[in-house]
C-alpha cells in the first residue's frame, strides 16, 4: 500500500509541475487572432534605446533593421525573413495613404515599423540604435508598405 501510494504522490506532482512547465511557454509569444497593427506598434516602441547590431535579432542586445521587425511580430507568432529586400514581398502591399500601425514601411536597404502620426520605430544604426522618426527620415524614397496582420 505504501508504494502505491508513493507512486501516486510522485505521478501527482510530475504532472503538476510538468504542466505548470509548459502553461508558461505559450505567454512568450501572444496569439495571432489577439494581435493588431497597433499592438505590435506599442510592442515595438517598448525597444527604443536599445542598441543596433547588424545581423542581429535580439530586442533587447541588438538588432538590425530587418532582425528588429522580424522579432517583433515574431512575440505575435509570425515568422518573418531576416533581409529588407524579402520583407519588402511579405504580408500584403497596401498604399502609402493606406498605412496604419503595425505596417512595414520598407525603404532601399531599410525597413522600419509604422507607429502612426507620420512616424516610424526601427534599428536606425549603430550611433543611434532603436529610435523612433518621422516617416520620411532619410532622403530614402519608401518603396512599399507592407501589411501583415489583416
Not at 550611433?127 to 512599399?144: R, T
Request: hydrophobic share 40%; with cysteine; charged share 20%.
Amino acid at each position: 500500500m505504501k508504494f502505491k501510494t508513493k507512486f501516486i504522490t510522485f505521478f501527482l506532482i510530475a504532472t503538476i509541475i510538468t504542466s505548470l512547465l509548459f502553461a508558461a511557454a505559450p505567454q512568450e509569444t501572444l496569439a495571432k487572432s489577439k494581435a493588431s497593427g497597433q499592438k505590435v506598434a506599442s510592442y515595438a516602441t517598448r525597444f527604443v534605446g536599445n542598441p543596433y547590431r547588424w545581423g542581429g535579432t535580439s530586442l533587447t542586445r541588438g538588432a538590425d533593421c530587418s532582425g528588429f521587425v522580424k522579432a517583433v511580430y515574431a512575440k505575435f507568432g509570425y515568422s518573418l525573413p531576416h533581409s529588407s529586400s524579402a520583407l519588402r514581398r511579405s504580408g500584403k502591399g497596401v498604399s502609402y495613404s493606406k498605412r496604419k500601425a503595425g505596417d512595414i514601411i520598407c525603404y532601399s536597404g531599410h525597413v522600419a515599423i509604422y507607429i502612426g502620426n507620420n512616424k516610424i520605430v526601427h534599428a536606425a544604426n549603430r550611433k543611434k540604435g532603436i529610435i523612433i522618426s518621422k516617416i520620411s527620415y532619410s532622403k530614402k524614397k519608401v518603396l512599399a508598405v507592407r501589411r501583415i496582420i489583416k
